[in-house]
């Protein structure tokens, strides 16, 4: 599937979209720009698309999946413990439909601020 880019200014992450129903309305939906905002070690900020929540969807993320966030609507990228986690768990708000993976390691996202312009795009 195709790579999805996540431009943060200080960093840049890559995906790579999964077959999802999710995946594929987001990239319908790119280029966009949002601001991003945390969340303990979370990073999250606005989606341009409304999705209901898929069957497999969780709060209980591994650190590099890529999730959108139906309550939201917006695109939550955990890479750490949030203040609902159970031990050092990354736990999103509510469950959430992992549409992609990252590439490389999502520890640098620390370094994202409240507020930092993202730029998603597809890449190619």
Known sequence: MALIRFDFGVLVLEAELLDTPTARA???ALPYEARAMTWGDEVYFDAPVRLDRERDARAVV???EIAYWPDGPGIAIGFGPTPISHGGECRLA???NIFARATSEVRALGAVRPGAKVKISLVG
């Open 94 to 96: 509510s469950p959430s």
């Open 62 to 64: 591994t650190p590099g």
């Open 26 to 28: 987001i990239a319908a």
